[in-house]
């Protein structure tokens, strides 16, 4: 005969029952309440990532279309303007491409007295994303050389042209000189800017040019090769310093870069239409693509012009200091066919200075200095 309960025993009893069935319902609402706050916090953390869409020129709410623009294979725009000779009377035909946070707008300033004598005509166009050009966001390192390639002939340049690219267009130069150096009479590039992540640079050559950047701007580029997702945002939010160039910050500038910089502030007056797109298919797709890892290093390039029909120039000043010139100096070793100019004392825009463009632009077409 089963023995007897008492009351005291069933009591205790109910009270651990319901202490059990508290402790197990309080536990199911905290890790319901974790759960929640984990989602939201991976919902905020997407949505902080994702950049905004681009406001495409001549959609509802982006700016108006005032270029001259081609339609290219692919349906997107490249906005283009035209400078010098009429181009039926030219003897030279360059291609312009701009640098970062720069457009068509940033044109060649030649002497109107070195552009009659030589029949010089120039195009400049905006790259994906800047100015009036549609942005690109599948743009590779190939696709810039090709699109030069597609407005070489629309406009019909001709078989061969010449090409020039100013700091972050000169990487678009490396990458005509891999993909389409048949249809090249000549480059050009100007203080290009160089990818520390190419193959052939000596290690401890990348990492000691790598770190005289600005700590904050290390970080940008570490971000753009290696989590290139989280670009838009490191470069949008507030916590802490992000890329000092897209601020416009002067301490990125050498002493003469400075002088320099009053005289283009006085003449630039479209600053305005460069980011009108937004910055992420512009600037950010920039350091993404500029930094990201490359189908091929310049460092392995073969000449292209074996039988010197024509050629290609780097003019670097050895005190710029965004880009440094011990890594120039190491390409142009490597590759015995350029032709490298080093200006001493001379920074990052140095082509700016009287008489400089005239200097790279005769020395491209007829070998003058």
């Not at 160089?194 to 950047?213: D, E, H, I, K, R």
């Amino acid at each position: 005969m089963a023995g007897k309960i008492s009351a005291a025993s069933a009591r205790a009893h109910t009270r651990k029952s319901k202490q059990n069935t508290s402790f197990k319902l309080l536990s199911g609402i905290f890790t319901k309440t974790l759960l929640v706050l984990f989602v939201g916090a991976l919902a905020w953390a997407y949505q902080a990532i994702q950049p905004p869409p681009p406001k495409t020129c001549g959609s509802p709410d982006g700016p108006l279309i005032t270029a001259s623009r081609i339609k290219l294979m692919d349906g997107r725009h490249l906005a283009y303007k035209e400078h010098g000779v009429p181009l039926e009377a030219a003897k030279y035909k360059i291609v312009k491409v701009h640098g970062f946070d720069s457009c068509r707008l940033d044109a060649v300033p030649l002497s109107p007295e070195l552009v009659e004598r030589l029949g010089i005509y120039v195009v400049s166009f905006d790259r994906p994303g800047y100015g009036e050009s549609d942005p690109n966001p599948k743009r590779t390192v190939k696709s810039m050389a090709l699109d030069i390639e597609e407005l070489a002939d629309q406009l019909r340049l001709g078989s061969k042209f010449y090409v020039i690219g100013i700091s972050m267009g000169g990487q678009v130069i490396w990458s005509c000189l891999k993909y389409i150096p048949h249809r090249l009479a000549g480059a050009t590039l100007v203080a290009p800017v160089v990818n520390y992540w190419w193959s052939g640079f000596p290690t401890n050559l990348s990492n000691q040019a790598y770190q005289q950047m600005l700590p904050q701007d290390q970080w940008v580029l570490r971000v753009s090769h290696y989590a290139p997702w989280l670009t838009y945002w490191w470069n949008s939010q507030k916590w802490f310093p992000s890329s000092s160039v897209i601020a416009h910050s002067i301490d990125i500038f050498s002493s003469e870069d400075r002088k320099l910089l009053m005289k283009i502030s006085s003449t630039r007056n479209h600053a305005a239409q460069v980011r009108q797109q937004g910055e992420y298919e512009s600037l950010h797709r920039d350091l993404i693509v500029g930094f990201g890892a490359w189908e091929f290093s310049p460092l392995e390039l073969d000449n292209p012009f074996p039988n010197n029909e024509g050629s290609v120039h780097v003019w670097h000043g050895d005190e710029d200091r965004l880009v440094p010139v011990t890594l120039q100096r190491y390409i142009a070793e490597q590759l015995p066919w350029i032709r490298y100019h080093e200006l001493p004392g001379a920074g990052h825009l140095f082509m700016v200075a009287d008489g400089m463009w005239d200097n790279i632009v005769k020395t491209l077409l007829v070998g003058e200095k």
